[in-house]
């Protein structure tokens, strides 16, 4: 009779272990992957401009540099200048920090889907995008009452094949109708995937970011 020792007991439970297939990744780990959410971990800094057509003739822009290992941020516009530490206790963030958390939301939205934890999903294929009419995967965010940049919103993102984002509708509150912007321009620096341009549904550029770069 054969016996089996405890070292054998353990290189079987691990070879069961290891047997076992991987988890499905869901719809919102695969849209971060798409753009490059492996390659965050390398990344020192991320600079660039946020820029936005308030109306036919007023824009407004922000600088940032953002120290992602460092935690803290470069910040300036047309008026002042200056840096501090994200760890700052919340009362003693600057006034500028609502700006930086809404425009890192807008250039790195698919990592927080991994970022964020207060939401919930569900997808729908086959779905025609509102603005270009393509065939698109939708994919709809539900933030919580608490969490995410604005609590309680949704975001409809229609995705193509390779789980990009083409096309986005945010809707205040969860309400049933929204605000349709393009997702084009995408370019990739340091491997990961940025959005530079975003246009309203008349075709006339809204939101968008110049002078980016990334540094390993």
Known sequence: MKTITHLSLIAL???AFSCQPAKEKTLPEKVADA???ENLDKVKTISYTFNVQRDSVTRFSRNWKWHVKDRTV???DADTSYSYS???PKDQLPPADKGFVNDK???LFPFQLIW???YT???TENVTAPISGAAATKLTILYNNVDGYTPGDAYDLYLDENHMIIEWVFRRGNGSEGRPMTWE????FEGIKITLMHKNDAGNPFLWFSDVAVEK
């Open 74 to 76: 470069d910040f300036s």
């Open 116 to 118: 964020d934890t207060g």
């Open 121 to 123: 999903f569900e997808s």
């Open 185 to 188: 321009d995408v370019q990739e």
């Open 86 to 88: 994200l760890d700052l």
């Open 105 to 107: 939301y807008w250039l």
């Open 35 to 37: 753009y490059g959410f």
């Open 13 to 15: 439970s691990v070879l």
